[in-house]
Each structure stands twice: as structure tokens, then as C-alpha cells.
């Protein structure tokens, strides 16, 4: 994770502050988490007031527009309590499978910060109804988004300062999400 | 179609058969009795504010453009080019001079009315002088911004349908010191189920301690549920197949107190403390068959099939009310303080609703199940006023006057 060495007495950068090697390992850990159902461990990735984004138009103030989800660190924990205590919407309880790929960083102005961009692909199914009564239930659904993540430095760790998924099919109507993208 | 076999009152029942809700015949019919023929809730005025501002909806079955004419005057017409009835426009919302049909080239003005039928040397004289335009709606009603359209020449008067529901709807929109309110952008969300579930459920008061019961536990847990809510309130239910679920305001949460109290303080000197403590009563309203008014938002109903359902969900800015108090209802919309608040496809309460939905469309299916049963409470209906009834707070009062109606609009 290192950026810079002294050459003849003049800082260089000669690499970039997360390489993309990095990025992926932070990223796929987080894949890991969601899909292994630790969610609780999730919740610590993020900065203390880092943002969770699920945006219908990310050009819009989404304190001034609907968004699908826009979580600050007490909404998350809201949100994997609800989990956690028979959220009908979730019980029984999606399983996802996140792939992550297309990773690229970019640096920012800000020395302690990163940009990351991947691509997800976010296969979901609720289980539980052996006898395909319900529509939906026992059926992978895949929901694929463009992410954006501004990672912040804090100390060794990296942290999320936002996570920005736009899905492709953000602007329609959509079923439930009540697990994490 | 014999619909009158479909619903059951007796003086202490009341049924509904299943087929109501999976049968496609029978969503056919409601589509055009209910939705075409009646009156249809299609956008709101603040959605096309400028001359020249259209947005696409539906009428049940029929797609159309609501546009704001040169005249400043607000059309509905049928989105369907009349040479081959190819949809005209397919952006969900914009602006335009024109409207291009993409096939032939046929345009149309702002207001519907023809503008050019392409290749005119091409045809005798006289052809096509019978075609004015797209297909207008028959009526177009506009009440407190929320415009109303009906394909049956013939529907009842506006304030017939609405009858004594004309009230609380305005006294939601008395909220705004300007007297209406701004649509802002919708939660869009689909459902696996008819599109009746939800009509049903916003003004079911019996059902939020069951489905709701992880929601509850998670405000509790953060310091957030208003207890003094508590299960008070009624239910109300009309002739027009409206109805209402009344609850008390209760406890506003602390850092949003200043500002509420000092909203309701403008509303009683505006409208004097009785009405202001009237109207500021919590109300699900909803208007049949397709629109609910929900706290500081606007539910529309949309059905798909009968299996399937979308609902837009659109926050609501009061017009002339002071920036602090329309922030604080953002604040409570979109982060979820308020239990009936935040994004239906994955907030913490609707989501929970919209399962249901789901599971009771798969419970009928077979048809074995074959009657629905909305008793709770009916020994016990008052009425007092013509064509409006009340009952205790979860009492399945609105859904009867919602089927009563229903029977009388199908049959």
C-alpha cells in the first residue's frame, strides 16, 4: 500500500496509494461478508459516517430526492437489526452471491482517500418455498450495478466512505431489496 | 360475467371470493369498469408545470400522455398514433413542441389535436379530415392538483364519486400554506401480487402489530417508536368506495418537536384550532380505485396483471410552507424516523406489506380458498353523515365500503 520513495532527496510517487491488487482484496473480503451473512462484521467497514447508495439519479442531492436506499451508518444498523429480528421480507433470509470485477482506482485530491470502480453482479434467492407457490421466492434473481466506492485511509485500515451502486435498472420499478447489495 | 356471486354480506359477514384476485377475466373487467369507466387518478399537476410538459401514465389498460397544452390547460390522451396505434412517446416525462409517431411520421401538438399526416398527396382529398387528434379522455378532472380522467362519457360527477371523502382530502392539502403541494421524484416498486392487496392494506389498522412487528422492534430498539401512538383512532368508509385510517398524531420524535409544533401553530391560526387540530389528525386516504394519500406522500396504485402490481410512492413538498418544516418531512421520509415512511422496495415497513402480498396471492392459488372473510367489526358500523360510515381503528370498515362499491361499479 505504499505511494512514495525518496529519491535524491525529492518525494516521487511511483505507486499508487491502493493498488488495484489491493482494492480487489478489499472489495472481495466485503463480497465475502455479505454473502457469508456477517453482517455485523460488514457494518464495520465503513467509516463512521460513511454512506450506503442505492441512487435512482446520482446527479440529484439525495437528501432533496427519493434514492432506493440512502443509509448513514444508523440506518445500516437498522437495518441488519430488522434482519436479525423476523423482517418478513426476509425470513427466510436472502442468499446472494456477489462477483465483483472491472476494478480501477483512482486517486483523489485527498491524500487518505480512493476512488473505486467495479462492476457487481448480485445473484439473490430466498429459499423456504420448496413448492414454488409464492412468485419469487426459490428463484435467483440477479441484480447487476456499476459501484463506486470512496475509500478512506484509516490508519492501516481502508475504510468506505461511500458505497454508490448504480443498478441498471434503477429507474424502474423494482422488488423488494431488503439484503445487502 | 355474473360478479354480483363474487361478494357475500349477510348482517354479521361479510366475503369475498378469491377469484376476485387471480382470475384474468375478472381483472379485465375491473380495469375497464373501475379504472377507464370511473375516475382514475393519471399525474399531478406539478409534474408538467410548463406549457409544453408531458409526462406518460395509464388508465387501467390505456396508455396516455398528460400534457400541458399552449393554452396552459392540462390534456389526457390516449398514447397511441391514430394510423396504427403505435405508442407516440415513450419517455416517461420531458418536454416538447411535438409529438412524432417514430413509424410514419404523424405529429401531434402539445394538446393531442393533429398536426401532420406525412405523404398527404398520397390519399383522396378528403381522407383522414375525421381524425382531430390522438384520442382524447371524455372527462378530466382536476382537484387540489391531482388530475383525474375517465373514458366513459357518461361517469358520474366528480363530486358524486368523491361525496363526503371531499373533506379529509382537503384536509391533507391544507398541510400546505399554499394550499397544494410539488410532487417530488416517485420510489418506484413491483409486487408479485393483485393490485387490490394494497388498496386494502393502507387503511388496515389491524394487521401493522403482525407484519410490523420486526419494524416496531427495531424503532424500539433505537429509541424511536412514539408509544403514545398506541392503538387508537378509527377507520372510516365511503360510498365512493374511498376509505380512511385515522390515528392519533402522538409524540413528535425529539429533534423534529420544535419544528412540528410550530407547523401546527401556522395551521391553527390559519384555519382557527379546531380545524387545525382536525386536520392534522394522521390519515391514510384512499380514493378509489388508485390513489392513496399517505403521510406527506402520494401512493399510486398501478396494476400489471392480475398477479402483479407497481406502486409509486411520490414525497410531497407543501407549497408556501416554511423550508424548515418541508425538510424535516424529507428527513422523516427518507431516513426512516416515521414507521409508515421511507422506500417501499426496501425500507422497513412497506417491504414487509408487499411480502404478503406475495404469499397470499400464492395461498389462493387452486382456488380451494374460495372466500376472503372482512368481518372484523362490522356489528358495530355507525354512520354520521350520508354515504360515510366509521368503525374502530382496525376494523375491516374500509374494505367493505371499498367492495360494496366494487360489487356496484363491476355488476
New interface residues.
Partial sequence: MFISKVVEGNVMSILPLLSRHEAEEFLFKEARLIDEDKLEEWLTLFTEDGIYW?P??DT?D?????????D?S??R???I??LR?????QDPPSRTIHFISNVEVEETETPTEVIVLCNSMVTEMRPG?HQY?????SKPRTLSGRCKYRLHQEGDDWKIAIKQVDLIDR????????FII | MNTEALIKETEDDFRVHSRIYTDPEIFNLEMQKLFEEGWCYVAHESEVPNVGDFRTSAVGRIPVIVSRGDDGKVYVNVNACRHRGTVVCREERGNTRFFVCPYHGWSYKRDGTINNITDRDNFPDDWGKDIKGLIAADHITNYRGMIFASFNPDVESFDTHMGPLKKYVDFWFDHAVEGHVRVLKPWRALYQGNWKFQLENSTDGWHARYVHVSALKTLTEFGEYNSNVGWAGCTRGFAGGHGILERPRGDIPPELKSTFDMFQQELKSKYGDEYGEDMFVRRHITIFPNIQLMEFKLRIIQPVAVDQTIVYEFPVELVGTSSEVNESIRTRLFKEVSISSGSPVSGMVNADDVEIYARTQAGLSGGHMAWLRFGRGIHREKSERENEWSGQDMDELPQRCLYRKWLKAMS
Fill in positions: 442505492l435512482y439519479d440529484t439525495p437528501h432533496e430526492e427519493t434514492s432506493i436506499i440512502y448513514d444508523r440506518q444498523e437498522k437495518r437489526y430488522q429480528h423476523k423482517h418478513l421480507a418455498d407457490l409464492q412468485h419469487g421466492l429507474d424502474l420499478p423494482l422488488e423488494n431489496i431488503t
